[in-house]
């Protein structure tokens, strides 16, 4: 019996070392180690042996199951390891659920820019590198203007600076197409703010503009009121109250009546019920003028759309500094599909 199990043993061994997928270890497993197997019909036979027989068998037989048995385990460790291996650099596997989501500014973005591309209007970009002409010059904010105080910029090394705004792209758009125009430029703009829940040095905005004759303030109500019910699914209330820009005439404020409480009053909303969203107005003649355009022709309006505040009233973000943190478990918890 001794022969036979020290025989048995090494076609054990021999049978792992050669097999190279789960399925056969399993087989050599059955058949060493399984009931019917013949080291479990030499323990069955135990009981007719002497005491000393038994001992010696006993042993040998138990030991090489567990040699057996460790052995099957190594070597499926070592094909497990090896599979992942190979699955890491498999770009044909599945992508996992786990792999995110859009942002919910890049979202924001692209259904406003959807919005707006079927009322017309084409979208374009500008560089978040800017020149002091596009940023303040030619928006009618000369040098020395208390509104560049307003906009605690950033200055670069080389003369330029990062844009506080995405109305650069105004003129470039004016220089560039010329009047009747309706552009929509989303982006990602700086100020050098102190950091809280409600302020954030980048941040990102839709610039919107329609240039063509007769243009009225009637207008931009009506474009606005389209892009609110289509990102929160429902008629907004809004108002204008006046506001200073000197790239517009007459400027105002345009506040919605806030979407978490419908005007009610919550924290978000600072119980006054509205919500400012965005700086808007006629363009100013002397904008139209600096970008070749003939004030005496074409009127326009102009907006500024604050996509992270936009986003925040979506998804009820009461801090701002979430939507930039890149934590994925914060960003998560917002609950985007
Ligand atoms: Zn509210």
Known sequence: ????????????????????????????????????????????????????????????????????????????????????????????????????????????????????????????????????????????????????????????????????????????????????????APGRCFRNEDLDACHENTFFQLEGMVIDKEVSINNLIYVMKNILKGIYNKDVEVRLRPGFFPFVEPGFELDIKCPICDGKGCPTCKNSGWSELCPCGMVHPKVLEASGIDPKVYSGFAFGIGLTRMAMFKYNIADIRVLNSGNINSLKQIGIE
């Open 1 to 184: 019996m001794i022969e036979k199990l020290n025989i048995l043993r090494e076609k054990a061994q021999s049978e792992i070392n050669v097999s190279n997928d789960e399925q056969s270890l399993l087989k050599v497993k059955s058949t060493y180690l399984g009931k019917d197997s013949e080291i479990s019909s030499i323990m069955k036979q135990l009981k007719d042996l002497s005491i000393e027989e038994k001992k010696q068998v006993g042993q040998l037989s138990n030991e090489i199951k567990n040699e057996i048995s460790n052995l099957i385990k190594e070597k499926l460790s070592i094909i497990e390891a090896n599979s992942s291996k190979k699955i890491s650099f498999d770009h044909t596997m599945p992508v996992s659920d786990d792999t995110g989501t859009l942002h919910p500014i890049t979202i924001v973005a692209e259904e406003v820019v959807k919005i707006l591309k079927k009322m017309g209007f084409i979208i374009v970009t500008g560089p978040e590198m800017e020149s002091d002409y596009y940023n303040f010059e030619g928006l009618n904010i000369a040098e020395n203007h208390p509104a560049r105080d307003m906009q605690d910029t950033y200055w670069l090394e080389n003369g330029k600076l990062l844009r506080t705004h995405t109305s650069p792209c105004q003129v470039r758009a004016m220089e560039k197409y010329g009047a009747p125009l309706r552009i929509a």
